[in-house]
């Protein structure tokens, strides 16, 4: 039983950006860090450097806002998260929505045990093991999930590793829930659409994902994106860049804190 590192590196970026960065901050949880529970030296390992993981942080915090906000926008009763790693909402915004995470099994099973150790709630966890071809909309119904209501669904960080076929055929299912239902997915730009300072990076996570055994198989032009979306059939679609984010979330800032471009939101409603 154990946590996928992509998930545990998200949590500890989210944590690092309310001890390195200034105030104000652009999104805070402290939750990802108890959780995670790193050896006391995690601050000095390379994927935590403060400046070279600058970029990356700030794209992780700027999602993590984007998506909240938009949940509480909503008023959602129902919140789905795809592929939810060390995510947090459902310990720091209890109330009247309900949590499902969507996941693999071992990521899920430690989870329950940290979270069970800490005292906190648990969202309703969604064991899914995508390799075996299970469905993940057969076992989200199982554990609850009102298909005749309006949810808010979140993929942020995934689609990069799958195929378009399987990305599709997401779509194709959330499009087919009740009206009102919104999805907010994050998805990789090609290299050429990136900011000519960014492109190392991307270089760099990609050959990371590849030799961590889960590489980068998919990236999206946004106009792709929306015609898959609408494909799917999503009546209301529409692409928010990262740097649409930046300017939301950090302009004006002393510190020079931005994400990196190169990764961009679908924002599609049934």
């Not at 995690?42 to 993981?53: C, G, I």
């Not at 929505?97 to 969507?102: L, N, S």
């Not at 909309?137 to 689609?159: H, I, W």
Request: aromatic letters at 8%; one cysteine or more; proline letters at 6%.
């Amino acid at each position: 039983m154990s946590v996928d590192n992509t998930a545990l590196r998200t949590a500890l970026w989210r944590a690092l950006h309310l001890e390195v960065d200034a105030a104000p901050h652009v999104f805070e949880d402290r939750v990802g860090l108890e959780l995670a529970a790193p050896d006391e030296g995690w601050r000095q390992q390379p994927d935590m450097d403060p400046v070279a993981t600058q970029g990356f942080r700030a794209s992780m915090v700027a999602r993590a806002r984007f998506v909240e906000e938009l949940v509480l926008e909503r008023g959602a009763t129902q919140y789905v998260i795809l592929g939810a790693g060390l995510d947090s909402f459902a310990q720091r915004c209890p109330g009247k929505t309900t949590v499902f995470e969507i996941d693999q099994p071992g990521t899920q099973a430690w989870k329950r045990e940290r979270l069970s150790a800490l005292g906190y709630p648990l969202p309703t966890l969604v064991p899914v093991d995508f390799e075996s071809g299970q469905s993940w909309a057969t076992e989200l119904k199982a554990a609850g999930f009102d298909p005749t209501r309006p949810a808010v669904f979140a993929s942020t960080g995934v689609s990069m590793y799958l195929s378009k076929a399987t990305t599709a055929e997401t779509l194709r299912a959330i499009a087919d829930l009740a009206k009102g239902t919104t999805l907010a997915m994050t998805f990789l730009l090609p290299q050429d659409l990136l900011d000519t300072t960014d492109r190392p990076g991307l270089r760099a996570s990609q050959d990371g994902a590849k030799a961590a055994g889960t590489p980068f198989v998919s990236f999206y032009r946004p106009e792709e994106m929306l015609t898959m979306a609408r494909d799917a059939g999503f009546t209301d679609v529409r692409h928010v860049s990262g740097t649409a984010l930046a300017e939301q979330y950090f302009a004006g800032r002393a510190d020079g804190l931005r994400p990196s471009t190169g990764e961009d939101f679908l924002v599609a409603t049934v």
